[in-house]
């Protein structure tokens, strides 16, 4: 929006369909009505301004081309068919071969041996005309380049002009993504920051703009040849990609090396993995009591790791047996109740830890408690669990939600995804299910659902399905304890 009083040098090439550079050249020629106020640089009144264009409403404002060289007013080269100047044989043969530009013009001119030499014809960034010999040039291609080299060059020292940035390695600008892009955008960047920290010794010496697909496509062979997963990998390859995309953005590529490098499917990684209630007593036996409790939220609320340990005690209302999630990978909260067993635990939590902010704070900084992950391993090995993920426990919680007859968009909702495509990834079906539903067909099976405790410790399903009884559930009295 246009400030109707005084006018920056933005505003006003803004205002006048110009660029800065123009404005600035303008200012420094005298050509234009300024006020300059100290500390803050050149300003314009609009009235000035409209009064100037007034006068002007037959020339042409100044002229800015593409490679950002803005042409001095009444410079403006012409057409060779219009060319003036002198008579001479000179001036004719001038104008038979001279090649006009919006940033400038080259021409021949023939020595008195005979030999054709070619001319550049520019404005350097003061506005003073140049007229020289191109000894380099051989070709009119060869002058074309010569000239917009040159144009560039002046280009660039022009006041606010944008500069093109210099030739970097790739650790280099690996090091600026992460401490100035990852750290301050993405909250996953420390594995950004491991994976460039493989990725720097493949690529050593390298300059950003000598990666090739081909170097990328073998980078991505020898992760896989390392012992790497193709999701794995998959992660190496996206990070590239974004990484290519912020150096075209900050000028230093022109075009992303990785952008047409497809990654692989990952059907065919997926884990199936849920915790059994055996397994579950063995778990929390062999856990200490902090990990114990994560555990047990894990379990009863389906939130990942860095949800439960970044979790504060103004999210968990424990009038309304509910926890709000602020923080979630979708950027959107979502409210999860609170059943009877987790609501004990949290009330023990609340009397140990109550004093800090955090469910879960480090003892010696008071800040949450980072990672679970070394601890929840060790706990698995005490209890003879072999082949579980902590995020399993997330997959165990949709599984048992399913199994107890809740609806999948119900579960959709409780787990936070956008759509119910990535929930049902979550729910796995165990073999004792597959058996029963197989079995049903040949009427071997027992239609009416066996009686036993919900593996969220509570909601007893010995009802029939449809009895006034088992309808008048709902979801959060499933989470009710034994």
Excluded at 210 to 218: D, F, N
């Amino acid at each position: 929006m246009i400030n109707q009083g005084l006018l920056t040098v933005k505003e006003l090439s803004s205002y006048l369909g110009v660029s800065p550079c123009t404005v600035y050249r303008m200012a420094e020629k005298g050509e234009i009505p300024l006020i300059r106020c100290q500390g803050l640089g050149l300003r314009f009144k609009v009235e000035d301004i409209d009064v100037w264009l007034e006068k002007r409403k037959n020339r042409p404002l100044p002229q800015f081309d593409i490679a950002g060289l803005t042409m001095p007013p009444g410079n403006t080269i012409k057409e060779s068919h219009g060319q003036t100047g002198g008579t001479g044989e000179m001036a004719k043969a001038k104008s038979k071969t001279r090649f006009n530009f919006g940033y400038g013009a080259i021409y021949q001119r023939k020595t008195r041996d005979g030999r054709i030499r070619w001319y550049l014809d520019y404005w350097d960034a003061d506005g003073k005309r140049i007229q020289r010999v191109e000894d380099g040039a051989s070709s009119q291609q060869e002058a074309e380049l010569a000239l917009k080299k040159a144009a560039l060059a002046e280009a660039d020292r022009m006041p606010g002009a944008s500069r093109r940035r210099g030739r970097i390695k790739f650790s280099e600008f690996s090091q600026i993504y992460i401490n100035d892009y990852a750290m301050t955008v993405k909250r996953s960047w420390r594995g950004d920051k491991c994976r460039l920290g493989v990725l720097e010794p493949y690529f050593k010496d390298v300059y950003l703009d000598e990666v090739t697909p081909l170097m990328i496509q073998k980078c991505v062979a020898w992760r896989l040849k390392s012992g790497n997963s193709k999701s794995s990998a998959n992660r190496y390859l996206a990070l590239l990609k974004k990484m290519f995309n912020l150096a075209i953005e900050e000028g230093y590529l022109e075009a992303n090396p990785a952008a047409k490098i497809k990654l692989f499917s990952e059907k065919d990684c997926l884990k199936e993995r849920i915790l059994t209630e055996d397994e579950e007593v063995r778990l929390k036996d062999a856990s200490y009591p902090v990990l114990r409790s994560v555990i047990c939220v894990a379990l009863n609320t389906g939130m990942r790791h860095g949800e439960i340990l970044n979790l504060r005690w103004n999210q968990v209302d424990l009038e309304r047996s509910a926890v709000t999630v602020e923080r979630t990978k979708s950027g959107r909260p979502r409210t999860i109740p609170l059943n009877p067993p987790l609501l004990e635990e949290l009330l023990s939590l609340r009397r140990q830890n109550g004093h800090s902010p955090y469910l879960f704070p480090n003892a010696d900084s008071g800040k949450p408690l980072r990672s679970m992950r070394t601890s929840f391993r060790a706990a698995c090995r005490r209890a003879g669990i072999s082949g579980l993920r902590f995020h399993d426990l997330r997959h165990t919680f949709g599984s048992r939600l399913v199994e107890k007859g809740v609806d999948i968009e119900t579960v959709r909702s409780l787990l936070g995804h956008s759509s119910i495509a990535i929930t049902q990834r979550y729910v796995h079906s165990t073999d004792e299910r597959r058996k029963s539903a197989v079995d049903r067909l040949a009427g071997t099976a027992a239609v009416e659902p066996q009686k036993g405790p919900n593996l969220l410790h509570g909601c007893d399903t010995a009802e029939k399905p449809g009895s006034a009884k088992t309808q008048k559930k709902s979801v959060s009295q499933c989470f009710s304890a034994n």
